[in-house]
C-alpha cells in the first residue's frame, strides 16, 4: 500500500518535471529560434559598421518602437520611480526595453562611478575603486584603463550592460559634494584619464557614458542653478575636458546634466547639445538625461536630447503623439532612436549579450590595491619621517577615524555597499542608503599590525583628549586619521575637516613631533596644523583595498608616486569664491537632488563664472595666491633631476632628461606646461603633457613628450573655432605646477 502510494507520487513528481521540461524546451526552441531568425537578418552582419547596422535595424522598426527607446521604465530602488516594467530592470538606475523580435536588447543601466552601485539592495557583492579623483592622481592612463576594465566585468556579471559612470566635470568649486567623483581641475588630465578609463570599460560591452554634460560644477541648487559663464571660457575648460574624453572613449551615452547654462536647461541646450556635441565634435551616441532632468517634449527633442531618465514623462507617450501630429519631425524621432541602436552595437552589447557570473572579489582587490598605491599623494615628509622602517619602530599609535575598523567612502549614486554592512554599524544591513557615511572594513590598523609585527600598534578613538595625548606621548610614532565625507547632492560649507578633528591633530603634534596625518577625503582640506606635524599622506577614498595599499606605502615597500590632480588651498579666502552663492528662500528644498523629488521650478539662482578661464591653479596663478599644495604636486622617496629640455616647433614635441638621483626605485610623473603667446591673454601656464616615468635607483632616461596642438589653441568667438596662434609659447617642464625648473621656448609658425 505504502509501496503504491509512493510510485504514485513519483509518477505525480515525475509528470511534473515533465511539465516543466517541456515548457522550457518550447521557450528554449522560441528563444532560439528568434535568435536564429536574427541571426541571419542583415544587421547581424558583424562585418558591417555599427553606423550601417543601426541604420539597417531602424528601417524595420514602428514609431511605437523608435519611441521605446528614448525613454526610461522607473527605477527600482526609487519608490518615487516605479513604472510597469521597472521590476524587471535588474535593480539598476534604469531600464530601456529592447526590441526583441529585431534582436536588439534592453538596455540595464547601473550606477558605476567608482564601482558598481547598489550591490547591497541587489544581494551582490562590488568592488570599491579608489575615488575618480584619487586615480587621477596617479596620472596613470594604463590603471585608467584597468579600472575601467575592471567595473565594467563585474557590472556584466551582475547582469547589466550599461555604466552611468564617467564623471568628467572639472574641478571649479572644490565645496562640490561630488569632486571626488571627477578628475581634477585640469581639462587635459581629467579627459585623458577618464577617457582612457571609459574606453577600456566600453571595451568589455557595455555601453560607456560620460557626465554630467556640462557645467554641473556645484550641488548647491544643481537642478535650478543657471551657470553664466563666456563661450570662450566654456570651451577652453569644462567642455575641453570633455571633448579629449570623448575622443579617445567614443562613449555610447553623455549625460546631460540638471543644472541650466546661459539660461537654458542642459537637457535642452540646443548650443551644448546641438551645435557642439553632435555638431562640432560630430559625437554619433546619445544623449541621456540625467535622472529627472528631461523639461520638455518639443524643445528638448530638437535641441539634441535622446532618451528621458528614468521615467517617460516626455519622451514617452508625449513624444509618441507629438511626432505623429507632426510637431516633433520623424527624421528627429529617426536620429534618437539610430544613436540609441548605434551605442548598442557600438559598444557590443549586441553581439555579446550580457550572462550574469561572478564577480571576480580577488582580481578586484588587487587591481584597486595597483591603483590605490600610485594614488596616494605623499604631501609632506619632514625629517623623512616616512618610510617607516619596521626594523626600528617599537611603538605606533593609531588615532581617530574609525581607523581600528574602516575607512570612509564617497556617497551619492556613486556609492558602492560595502561587504557586511557599514563598518561602524553593527554588522548586518548591507544596502545602504545614498547619504548614509559609509565606512568600508578595511582596517588600517589591522594593515599596519600585519606590517609591522615586531611593534607594538595600539589604537585610540581620539574622543578623550587626555587618553589620546597619552598614547601618543609613550609612542615612536603617532598616525592620526582624518576624514571629511563627500556625497552628491550636497555641497561642503567650508574646506575644513569637520567634527574637530584639526584640534585632535593638533593635541596628539603637541604629544608627539613625529606625527603623521592620513587623509581621507574627497576634495583639498585646509590644514592649520601643518606646520606641526612631520608628516601628511593623501588617500582620497580610497577603496576595497585601501588599507592594504596605505600599510605598503607607510612602511616603503610602494614608494609614493601621486601627484594632486586638484590644488589645495592655503583658504576659502583665496576661491574665486569665498563662498557658494546661497540659493534664494523660494528655491530651499528645490535644489539638493533625486530624492527632494522633482523639482522643476522658475528659479532666479544665478552663479556667474567669472573666473571663466582661470580654473585650479590657473586662478591661483594669475591672481597671485600661493596654494598650501599646488596642483601637480607630490613627494616620493626618492629624489629626481630634470636636465637638457629641447623643445621642438616642428614636431610639437619637447624632450629632456630625468634622472632618479636617490637610492629607491621610483615613479615619477614629469609634467609640461605652456604659457601662450600675449595675444592670446592668457597670464597663466597650461598643463600640455606629462609622462609617468619608472627609474631604478641612478638610472636615466631621456623623455619625449608630445604637446597636443588642442590644448595650445584658443577659442575665437569671432570666428567661433579654435586658432593655435603663431609665435613663442614658453615651456615649462619639472615636478609641479608651480616647481619647474626647465624652461625653454617653442616657436609656432
Ligand atoms: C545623478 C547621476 C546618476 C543618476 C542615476 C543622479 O542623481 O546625478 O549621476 O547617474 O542619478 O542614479
Known amino acids: 500500500m505504502q509501496e503504491s502510494m509512493h510510485s504514485k507520487n513519483l509518477t505525480r513528481n515525475q509528470s511534473w518535471i515533465l511539465g516543466v521540461l517541456a515548457r522550457l524546451l518550447i521557450l528554449i526552441a522560441a528563444v532560439s529560434s528568434v535568435m536564429a531568425q536574427n541571426a541571419n537578418q542583415p544587421w547581424m552582419n558583424t562585418s558591417l559598421s555599427p553606423e550601417e547596422r543601426a541604420a539597417l535595424v531602424l528601417k524595420e522598426m514602428t514609431l511605437e518602437e523608435k519611441v521605446s527607446l528614448l525613454h526610461g521604465n522607473g527605477m527600482e530602488h526609487a519608490p518615487q520611480w516605479q513604472m510597469p516594467l521597472t521590476h524587471i530592470s535588474n535593480g539598476g538606475a534604469g531600464y530601456v526595453e529592447g526590441v526583441k523580435r529585431l534582436g536588439i536588447p534592453p538596455l540595464f543601466i547601473s550606477d558605476a562611478a567608482y564601482g558598481v552601485r547598489d550591490s547591497g539592495a541587489n544581494g551582490r557583492y562590488a568592488t570599491a575603486m579608489p575615488s575618480s579623483l584619487g586615480a587621477a592622481s596617479s596620472w596613470d592612463t594604463q590603471g585608467a584603463c584597468e579600472y575601467g576594465a575592471l567595473i565594467a566585468r563585474e557590472l556584466r556579471a551582475q547582469g547589466f550592460n550599461m555604466t552611468l559612470g564617467g564623471g568628467v566635470n572639472l574641478t571649479r568649486e572644490p565645496r562640490n559634494g561630488r569632486t571626488f567623483e571627477y578628475a581634477g581641475e ?73 543644472n541650466r547654462i546661459n539660461g537654458d536647461y542642459a537637457c535642452e541646450n540646443s ?70 541602436l548605434y551605442a548598442e552595437f557600438m559598444s557590443g552589447i549586441v553581439d555579446h549579450p550580457v550572462e550574469k557570473g561572478v564577480v571576480d572579489v580577488l582580481s578586484g582587490l588587487d587591481v584597486a590595491q595597483r591603483i590605490e598605491e600610485k594614488s596616494i599623494v605623499l604631501l609632506k615628509n619632514e625629517k623623512e619621517i616616512l618610510p617607516l622602517n619596521p626594523a626600528k619602530i617599537k611603538t605606533i599609535a593609531v588615532i581617530g577615524g574609525h581607523a581600528d575598523v574602516g575607512m570612509i567612502s564617497g556617497g551619492g549614486s556613486a556609492q558602492v555597499d ?7 554599524m553593527p554588522p548586518g544591513k548591507g544596502a545602504t542608503h545614498w547619504q548614509d557615511h ?4 578595511t582596517s588600517p590598523l589591522k594593515a599596519l599590525r600585519a ?40 555641497d561642503l560649507p567650508s574646506l575644513s575637516l569637520p567634527d574637530d578633528q584639526d584640534a585632535l591633530i593638533e593635541q596628539v603634534a603637541a604629544a608627539n613631533p613625529n606625527t603623521i596625518v592620513v587623509l581621507e577625503t574627497g576634495t583639498a582640506v585646509t590644514m592649520p596644523w601643518i606646520a606641526k606635524v612631520r608628516g601628511v599622506v593623501e588617500v582620497w577614498f580610497a577603496g576595497s583595498s585601501g588599507h592594504t595599499a596605505l600599510a605598503n606605502i607607510l612602511a616603503g615597500d610602494v614608494n609614493p608616486s601621486g601627484k594632486l590632480a586638484m590644488t589645495f588651498p592655503k583658504s576659502e579666502a583665496d576661491l574665486p569664491y569665498p563662498v557658494i552663492p546661497p540659493l534664494p528662500k523660494e528655491d530651499e528644498g528645490q535644489g539638493t537632488g533625486v530624492e527632494n523629488g522633482p523639482t522643476h521650478v522658475a528659479s532666479k539662482y544665478t552663479v556667474h563664472y567669472d573666473d571663466g578661464l582661470k580654473v585650479g591653479y590657473k586662478w591661483y596663478e594669475s591672481e597671485h595666491k600661493e596654494p598650501l599644495f599646488p596642483f601637480g604636486f607630490g613627494l616620493s622617496y ?38 601662450l603667446p600675449e595675444a592670446a591673454g592668457e597670464p597663466f601656464k597650461r598643463l600640455v603633457g606629462w609622462q609617468r616615468i619608472e627609474l631604478a635607483p641612478g638610472e636615466s632616461k631621456t623623455v619625449t613628450v608630445p604637446v597636443d596642438a588642442r590644448v595650445m589653441s584658443i577659442f575665437d568667438e569671432q570666428k ?18 608651480s616647481q619647474t625648473p626647465l624652461n625653454a621656448t617653442l616657436q609656432v609658425q
Not at 560595502?418 to 561602524?424: E, L, Y
Not at 559609509?438 to 572594513?441: Q, S
Open 186 to 258: 585640469d581639462p587635459l588630465l581629467a579627459g585623458t584619464m577618464v577617457g582612457n578609463l571609459m574606453k577600456c570599460e566600453q571595451g568589455e560591452h557595455v555601453v560607456g557614458d560620460m557626465k554630467h554634460y556640462v557645467l554641473n560644477d556645484q550641488e548647491t541648487g544643481r537642478n535650478v542653478v543657471n551657470a553664466i559663464i563666456s563661450k570662450r571660457a566654456l570651451q577652453e575648460t569644462d567642455l575641453l575636458a570633455f571633448h579629449i574624453g570623448i575622443q579617445l572613449a567614443n562613449p555610447g551615452a553623455v549625460m546631460c546634466s540638471y
Open 271 to 340: 548650443y551644448t547639445l546641438r551645435d557642439v556635441l553632435k555638431g562640432e565634435w560630430g559625437y554619433k551616441g546619445f544623449v541621456i538625461s540625467d535622472w529627472d532632468a528631461t523639461h520638455s517634449t518639443e524643445k528638448a527633442s530638437a535641441a539634441g536630447l535622446d532618451q528621458e531618465q528614468p521615467m517617460a514623462g516626455y519622451f514617452g507617450p508625449a513624444l509618441l503623439q507629438a511626432a505623429k501630429d507632426g510637431k516633433v519631425p520623424m527624421a528627429e524621432i529617426d536620429d534618437h532612436a539610430r544613436r540609441v
Open 418 to 424: 560595502p561587504p557586511g554592512g557599514n563598518a561602524i
Open 438 to 441: 559609509i565606512w568600508f572594513p
Open 451 to 490: 606590517k609591522f609585527p615586531n611593534a607594538k600598534v595600539e589604537f585610540d578613538s581620539g574622543q578623550d583628549a587626555s587618553a589620546t595625548a597619552a598614547l601618543a606621548k609613550k609612542s615612536d610614532v603617532a598616525i592620526v586619521f582624518a576624514h571629511q565625507w563627500l556625497a552628491e547632492g550636497v
Open 638 to 675: 626618492t629624489t629626481y633631476a630634470y636636465s637638457n629640455l629641447k623643445a621642438d616647433g616642428a614636431q610639437r614635441s619637447v624632450s629632456f632628461a630625468l634622472k632618479n638621483t636617490g637610492k629607491r626605485a621610483g615613479a615619477e610623473v614629469a609634467q609640461v606646461y605652456a604659457t
Open 720 to 737: 567661433n573655432g579654435w586658432s593655435l596662434l603663431p609665435g613663442a609659447y614658453r615651456i615649462f617642464v619639472g615636478p609641479s605646477s
